[in-house]
């Protein structure tokens, strides 16, 4: 693993205990596939979704990014999230 992979992998992992100690709350972060993936409440802001290449405003939906890398975060659907896992290939 890289030097700043460790360091992501030592992020999260202190992440997932700070969930321990706070015993979970709603809005908690969990990991899907290698993203860890939070359900967020609705925002003014508008976000283009990568699952239908739509922007919306408005609606509580799915922050989703690769373990380790939060910048990369984007904001989806909760339906499209859910319909990316199901369509995914391999
Ligand atoms: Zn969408």
Known sequence: ?????????????ALRKDDAAVRRPAGVDR?????????????????????????FAGVPHVVAWPEGDPDARRHWHTPCWAARTRRRRR
Not at 1 to 13: F, H, K, V, Y
């Open 1 to 13: 693993m890289s030097r700043r992979g460790q360091r992501a992998a030592d992020a999260l992992a």
């Open 31 to 55: 990991v899907e596939d290698g993203f860890v993936v939070r359900n967020v409440g609705t925002s003014d802001v508008a976000y283009r979704c990568p699952g239908c290449d739509h922007e």
